[in-house]
């Protein structure tokens, strides 16, 4: 009956020291997100935008189409 006990109280002492490691290890983590979510980024914007007026560039063909139907 003692060896049980005793393995129970080394069992639990043992649990401890792993819960204890886990917590701290976790709280690294968070700090870690946290200062790095305040850090400010750069963002490059470019003048020339990505994508092109499509409805301009329609407007310019038909233009174009009713030049070319008229000569």
Same mark, same amino acid.
Do not use: G, N
């Given at each position: 009956m003692s060896v049980n006990i005793i393995r129970t109280t080394l069992g639990v002492l043992m649990l401890i020291p792993v819960f204890l490691l886990i917590l701290w290890m976790?709280?690294?983590?968070?700090?870690?997100?946290t200062t &790095?979510?305040?850090?400010? &980024?750069?963002?490059?914007?470019?003048?020339?935008p990505e994508y092109e007026n499509i409805s301009h560039t329609?407007?310019?063909r &038909?233009?174009? &189409?009713?030049?070319?139907?008229?000569v």
């Open positions: 976790r709280k690294k983590k968070a700090l870690r997100s &790095e979510a305040h850090e400010p &980024e750069d963002i490059e914007l470019d003048s020339i329609a407007a310019k &038909e233009d174009t &189409e009713e030049q070319e139907d008229m």
